[in-house]
């Protein structure tokens, strides 16, 4: 799929109550970006409900927000990396993010442990916080053996959120930057659900452009980017969508964490 006019697509924390500042985020975003000398800046970000693949992927992508496993597997060597925004929100540290797993109240486990085996909700099977994150903790317990008697993909973290609150699965790995979010703008979601563990920090959801950007364009959009972190006049929007601040993380640590897919 091609995006004739460019792509600007911020969709992985686009929760509907909070599109108003994000709206603002990225109308202030092409701001700087424009200011850097940068042309055929998108005007509005992409929400036609396309594929992200398609989005990320596209020739015509100026400017989109991934996840970490995606980034260094299916889009290794065809997008660009940017830095990475960091987010005040429990379990974040700096650039860094952890997964938060959840339980129903009533849930009688008081430990992961106790909770397995499970029916488990995953946003996506090449999420790394709803999926590959939660693997790499349970083996860190030594529960990797068998832990699911069911995996319900949900197609999204709020969606998992949803299925465990109604008693559709035990439990599931959520982005905690999508769990304060939701606690923001959708408080009753979260209502009778408990934290049962958090997942080690890995780095955390990056932006990135196009692979055949230019060196000095993509310097250009980092420090635009920068700029756009500093500006008090996004400030109100900043802080609805809990962005702290922009970090350059290497591609390197990615890979440490996700792994890389070598066939890419």
């Known amino acids: 799929m091609s995006f004739h006019n460019g792509a600007a697509y911020l969709g992985m924390y686009d929760l509907p109550a909070s599109r108003p500042a994000q709206d603002i985020w990225w109308q202030g975003l092409a701001g700087h970006f424009a200011a850097?000398?940068?042309s055929n800046v998108p005007m509005h970000l992409e929400r036609s409900g396309a594929d992200p693949y398609d989005i990320w992927l596209s020739p015509d992508l100026f400017f989109a927000q991934?996840?970490?496993y995606p980034l260094t597997h299916r889009l290794a060597g065809k997008v660009r990396l940017l830095g990475t925004p960091c987010y005040d929100a429990p379990g974040c540290d700096g650039p860094r993010y952890r997964s938060l797993i959840i339980v129903r109240d009533g849930s009688k486990a008081k430990t992961l442990a106790a909770a397995l085996p499970a029916r488990v909700a995953v946003n996506g099977m090449d999420s790394y916080s709803g999926w590959h994150a939660?693997?790499?903790t349970l083996a860190q317990l030594g529960l990797d053996e068998d832990p699911f008697c069911e995996i319900v993909i949900?197609?999204?973290h709020m969606n998992s959120i949803d299925l465990?609150?109604?008693?559709?699965a035990d439990l599931a790995a959520i982005d905690c930057i999508t769990f304060a979010l939701a606690g923001d703008v959708e408080p009753e979601r979260l209502a009778g659900l408990t934290v049962l563990h958090q997942s080690e920090a890995a780095p955390g959801l990056p932006y990135i452009?196009?692979?055949g950007m230019t060196d000095l364009d993509a310097v250009a959009m980092s420090e635009a980017i920068k700029d756009a972190f500093a500006d008090p006049d996004l400030a109100?929007?900043?802080?609805?969508l809990r962005l702290a601040g922009f970090s350059q993380v290497p591609?390197?640590?990615?890979r440490r964490f996700m792994g890389e897919d070598l066939i890419a």
Do not use: D, F, N
């Open 36 to 38: 850097h000398g940068l």
């Open 66 to 68: 991934t996840c970490g």
């Open 134 to 136: 939660l693997g790499a």
């Open 154 to 156: 949900s197609g999204g």
């Open 164 to 168: 465990v609150r109604e008693g559709a």
């Open 209 to 211: 452009t196009r692979a």
């Open 236 to 240: 109100p929007a900043r802080e609805a």
């Open 251 to 254: 591609l390197a640590q990615y």
